[in-house]
């Protein structure tokens, strides 16, 4: 052992012998020598702790020249150097050492400092750190390996582990390796080989590690993944038709999902380009005289000119109030972009302002798609978060799904513009790409236009009407026409004198639909043409839609309503389509208008807020309305009534305050419902700040009940203020929606807040729950109310979303005082958990929490995780046992690779692999089973899961 020992300190002492010394060094420097000096508050580490007691001298060097020396002076318990180094030169590299006195050495410290005249470096609160070490090995230190990806086939690159080691002593290392299952590697010297097996994909991790070949055996590493890909095909784009129309049509949009073959099923993405031939407009002499004007507001913009360049000089933007120029700027090269710094003059609020864009490369002059309204002062865009300016003159819109819509900048424009499409693969290895391209062309000749011919739906024996399609039909070039007829096989249509369509049918007692093309063509050499589709019907009968009673809608205080299905409440004999409308019922006053006011002398700062009003689900209209603005204490901030701004019902609110960061809340008084409402949503106060504007108004929603369109004709509603209880009437209407009788019913649905039983419920899941950060990924349970009798009779059930600390609020309606339930919970994939004793609403009111003991569920059926109490995870095929099944279920989904919101996923990540396994692998081995009180003996477990395991 001694000898080892011996051993190990020899390689130490060959590795790191510092300077001795038999005294302190001499170092002195002379400051009338140097014209400039710098300030370094500095903390010296020693062996990467604090330095040793004694003698400690810092130095500060220009090569062998001393440039500045100090000792340490404590503070707070810690030492620090205050050193101050000399210099000739305006910059300069310092090096340092530092005297120990306790080893009588001089260490270099690992660190080296470039100064400034006059520069500070380092503070007491955060020191300039120095590195020094004596007798001290290093660990290796393995990092940056990269990643690697590759397709099927392909090789992954040979590592040179050396460039990604640092060993500050040079000590030999031995490179190895772990791995996952399936990467194969091989390392000779320092070059590691990583293959894997002919056909595989996936992903693998390798952790390579250097350790020192001496006697300390100190060791670095490095994780690496690797992943092998299917092989990528590129998406192939097929030639996209271009499209030609008149000056007053609109081209059509263009499917471009439909013109791409794309093989392996990769996401998309769509771009397009003007591919633009040089123009030769003229530069146009755009002037504005400020002095004209008594008001301006300012626009910082950039503009995207796709195909074009906004890079060249004297591009020029301008806005313009009808065709008067009232502002133009040139483009100025601004952090990587060009922006246009452009002031716009007027005499008028409420100016809709247009703009045009020069570009001096391509020599063109286009219309812009943006318009705004002008506002005194106001300010549209910064330099770091421009307004955009989409210029051009065809404009390309693409949804993420491939649906290109296109629309003319300037109505008046006509030409050809060649426009590249294309389509890239997302989420893929090499990102394939492949382009087309199409001609968008406008003529100079109006296409005749045929439209809003009126369907029609009749019963037997009534007759289809006639149509007079010159009422239909706009020709404004005087061109002859021809009138088309398609897609007709029953209904038979005759072109009589004065373009009157007869229509009958064909056999006379066909009923049915059908969708005829009505075209209208010119007869030129162009043959522009547009076309109607009309829907004609005849039907044998026509019945009523009829609502059955809808049950009143509950919901706790501050909380949501279930999504009322209006659609399951109606009987409709005729399959005919609903159209399905609801208004909040007005009932009778009970409020008169408030006598709001307010002083605006006894605060010194403001804001100014611009908003439109929807109050109990309808635009407001008319003055008599009031909107008013709240500080977090009550105090009245601001007060206004509406204004009318063109179309527009405005509120111009001044907020008032003393101070910044007030979360700013409003009430709103209806003057036709005659009751005072809270309104969604807050603001921040800020001085000065502007929210809204006339032409962008902010958009307010005020009432107590919160009622919008759910899925398939639903009404979802929520409650707007978390303290409100009590009850609004909602009127529904559903109308046949394409009938000749439009026939209708109307019921009213009464929703209910805080009048129902609520349960105040904590539950967490075992599997969705973290006891480390004591959160709970969101989810749904259904939690069921049993009468305690013997029967168990099921009372009322709700689903409910818990929220990441397993809290919810629930309303029961047919929840009463005097009898006494358990509480059932379920979830998708828990064991189901009763409460352990009955439980009884007081006032309406319960609470329960399971998480808090295990005597809170019935036969102590949970299990722990840190503090708390979980339901317990694994019964993916619910059927009261975690068991071999629920293993079988979880293991093939696994082995599937299923991904989503599964009953196999158990601890929420989305995905079903080895963790969600093991969840359902320690709820079998530990026998999770249901008890309840009419199972309250532990039932035998069918084919249990059993085996020595390691938990």
């Not at 210099?87 to 090096?95: D, L, P, Y």
Request: glycine share 8%; hydrophobic share 40%; proline share 5%.
């Amino acid at each position: 052992m001694k000898k080892s020992l011996s051993f190990f300190i020899a390689i130490l002492l060959c590795h790191f012998t510092p300077a001795q010394q038999k005294s302190p060094p001499a170092w002195q420097v002379n400051p009338n020598q140097y014209q400039y000096n710098a300030t370094v508050t500095a903390k010296v580490m020693y062996n990467n702790g604090s330095i040793p007691e004694g003698t400690v001298i810092l130095g500060a060097f220009a090569g062998n020249e001393v440039r500045g020396t100090a000792t340490p002076l404590s503070f707070g318990g810690e030492k620090y150097f205050f050193l101050t180094v000399y210099t000739n030169n305006s910059s300069e590299n310092i090096t340092f050492k530092v005297y120990f006195g306790s080893v009588d050495s001089v260490l270099d410290a690992s660190e080296q400092l470039t100064i400034l005249a006059n520069g500070v470096y380092g503070s007491l609160s955060d020191p300039y750190l120095l590195h020094t070490f004596f007798l001290f090995n290093h660990a290796p230190v393995v990092s940056g390996i990269p990643n690697q990806t590759v397709e099927s086939g392909s090789s992954f690159a040979v590592i040179n582990l050396s460039n990604y080691l640092v060993e500050q002593e040079n000590d030999p290392v031995i490179w190895s390796y772990r791995k996952n299952a399936h990467i194969l590697v091989n390392i000779s010297d320092s070059t590691a080989t990583v293959t894997y097996p002919a056909l595989w994909t996936g992903t693998d991790t390798v952790i390579f590690r250097a350790t020192e070949n001496n006697a300390s055996g100190l060791y670095g590493e490095d994780t690496v993944v690797f992943s092998v890909v299917r092989i990528d095909h590129a998406p192939l784009f097929n030639s996209i038709p271009g499209q030609t129309i008149g000056k007053n049509t609109l081209f059509a949009p263009a499917n471009l999902r439909s013109y791409v073959t794309e093989t392996d099923g990769d996401s998309l993405a769509w771009s397009y380009m003007y591919i633009t031939a040089g123009g030769n407009d003229a530069v146009p002499v755009w002037t504005v005289n400020p002095a004209l004007f008594n008001a301006s507001m300012t626009v910082t913009a950039e503009v995207n000119f796709p195909g074009g360049t906004i890079n060249g000089n004297n591009n020029l933007l301008a806005a313009f109030v009808g065709g008067q120029v009232r502002g133009v700027a040139s483009g100025i090269n601004f952090a990587g972009k060009q922006l246009f710094f452009l002031t716009i003059y007027s005499n008028t609020v409420g100016d809709s302002i247009t703009f045009r864009y020069y570009d001096t490369t391509v020599m063109k002059n286009v219309a812009v798609k943006q318009k705004t309204t002008f506002v005194t002062n106001a300010s549209l865009g910064t330099p770091s978060v421009p307004y955009t300016i989409d210029a051009g003159d065809v404009y390309v819109s693409i949804n993420q799904n491939g649906l290109a819509s296109f629309a003319r900048n300037d109505a008046t424009w006509f030409g050809s513009n060649r426009i590249r499409f294309t389509v890239r693969d997302t989420g893929t290895l090499n990102g394939y790409q492949d382009t087309t391209s199409a001609v968008y062309t406008v003529l100079n000749d109006n296409t005749p236009l045929i439209s809003a011919i009126p369907d029609q739906s009749v019963v037997a024996p009534q007759s289809f009407s006639s149509i007079s399609l010159n009422t239909y039909i706009t020709e404004l070039d005087g061109d002859g026409i021809t009138i088309s007829i398609f897609n007709n096989t029953h209904v038979q249509v005759n072109i009589g004198s004065g373009n009157v369509a007869n229509i009958s049918v064909t056999p006379p007692d066909w009923s049915g639909t059908e969708h005829v093309i009505f075209r209208v063509t010119d007869n030129t050499a162009n043959a522009l043409y547009t076309q109607d589709t009309v829907t004609l019907n005849l039907r044998s009968t026509d019945n009523t839609p009829v609502f059955g009673t809808i049950p009143t809608q509950f919901a706790a205080r501050g909380g949501s309503f279930q999504t009322l299905n209006i659609l399951s409440y109606i009987t409709e004999t005729d399959g005919d389509s609903l159209a399905i409308s609801y208004s909040i019922k007005q009932m009778p006053p009970n409020v008169s208008s408030p006598s709001w006011v307010i002083n605006p002398s006894l605060f010194q700062q403001n804001m100014t807020v611009t908003a439109e009003l929807t109050s109990a689900g309808i635009k407001t209209t008319g003055t008599l309305h009031k909107l008013a603005a709240y500080a977090p204490n009550g105090e009245l901030r601001g007060v206004a009534t509406p204004l009318q701004f063109g179309n527009k019902w405005l509120y111009f609110l001044t907020v008032y305050a003393n101070g910044a960061g007030e979360n700013i809340t409003f009430k709103f008084y209806d003057a036709v419902m005659q009751k005072i409402y809270p309104v969604q949503g807050s603001v921040v106060f800020a001085s000065n700040a502007i929210l809204g504007s006339p032409s962008s108004p902010l958009q307010m929603n005020a009432g107590y009940i919160m009622f919008t369109a759910g899925p398939n004709r639903g009404i979802a509603a929520a409650t707007m203020d978390s303290t409100w209880t009590g009850t609004e009437t909602l009127t529904v209407i559903a109308t046949d929606a394409v009938t000749p009788n439009h026939y209708g019913d109307t019921t009213e649905v009464l929703y209910q807040v805080g009048g129902a039983a609520e349960l105040q419920l904590t539950v967490l899941l075992e599997g969705l729950y973290n006891a480390a950060t004591d959160m709970m990924i969101a989810d749904s349970v259904s939690v069921v109310l049993i009468r305690t009798s013997g029967l168990y009779e099921r009372v009322d059930s709700m689903l409910t979303k818990l929220t990441n600390r397993g809290s919810s609020n629930i309303a029961f309606a047919a929840a009463n005082q005097t009898d006494s339930y358990y509480l059932v919970i379920k979830h998708r994939n828990s064991i189901e958990t009763w409460s352990r004793l009955p439980m009884q609403f007081v006032n309406n009111f319960a609470v329960y929490n399971f998480s808090t003991d295990s005597a809170k569920a019935y036969g102590n059926n949970m299990r722990k995780k840190g503090a708390k109490w979980c339901l317990m995870s694994g019964d993916v095929n619910q059927d009261g046992f975690v068991d071999f099944s629920d293993l079988t279920q979880v293991d093939n989904a696994s082995f599937n690779y299923l991904s989503g919101y599964l009953p196999e996923d158990l601890n929420g990540d989305n995905f079903v692999d080895f963790s969600d396994l093991t969840i359902a692998d320690n709820g079998a081995y530990n026998y999770s089973i249901l008890i309840s009180p009419q199972y309250p003996v532990k039932r035998p477990v069918p084919n249990p899961v059993r085996g020595n395991r390691n938990r």
